[in-house]
């Protein structure tokens, strides 16, 4: 999968004009909606599925600025890619239609969010660690990325993590970049900042000579950046949850069946070619096994 989306990188950045090779925009939604199961079993007064059906809509933590992923389309008002559609096919399947709130979130905000119940859910490639798994529920893997490097265009000597060793290395705060690169390259500094586009602010101004991050939202940025060049392969395997209120086992097995029906059915596979699929050539892969 790395290898792919690598390879895939040059023919987004030439499609990003338009055409069949740009972001999808919100009429794309409407065939996965034809094709998605609403629930019809029965709701426990008072859990968070029926307060979510009795709300109308999903409240969702996540962003609005990654292509691919989940971005805010200027013309449509629509929000595309992977976590934005499977997004709105989670509330589609509780209230049946596509009906979401987005609250923007970063990796410092994403668990208090949970915890006081301002969101239902935080899908915005969230990796599961055994660390946040004390804090948060999650529900899945729904999708399987890894940690990657990326520099400014030109840069020389960093071609794989231990090339790290005694630079200083950006990352997102909060993030599995911080233990990937401490891992690596223990002599490295790291220097952490709250969300993605002020780490590539500050790899832009020189203030880290590589940045780490999840590989998936690497080239979603080098693709609209020509600044931004990847190195290597993905060197950490990190499985995106759902986020889930921590205790909530009822929802969180909630989410886990119906990412299992959505799997089995194909829709997944589907969402995956709309999304992530118009840049990356090759089979479409299998989703993960849930709670594996």
Known sequence: ??????AALLLFVAGCSGGENAVPGGSKIDALLAKAPVYSGQVTPGSAVDRIKKRGKLL????????LLSQLDPISGELTGFDAYLGKLLAHYIVGGPRTELLSATSETREPLLA???????????TITPQR????AFAGPYYQSGQSIAVRKGTSGITRPADLAGKTVIVGANTPGVKAVRDAAPTAQIVEFGSDPECLT????GRGEAYVQDQAILVADA???????LV???????????????GDAEFTKFVDDWLREIGKSGLWQEVWKQTIG???????PSPPAIAS
């Open 60 to 67: 969702i933590g996540g962003s609005q600025d990654a292509p």
């Open 133 to 136: 798994a004390e804090r948060v």
């Open 1 to 6: 999968m790395g290898k792919l989306l690598v």
């Open 232 to 246: 290597g392969e993905p060197f950490t395997e990190d499985p995106y949850g759902i986020g889930i209120k921590h």
């Open 202 to 205: 500050a790899l832009k101004q």
């Open 116 to 126: 006081n119940g301002t969101v239902d859910v935080i899908i915005q490639t969230y």
């Open 278 to 284: 118009t840049v990356v050539t090759g089979d479409v």
């Open 223 to 229: 693709a609209k950046d020509g600044e931004l060049q």
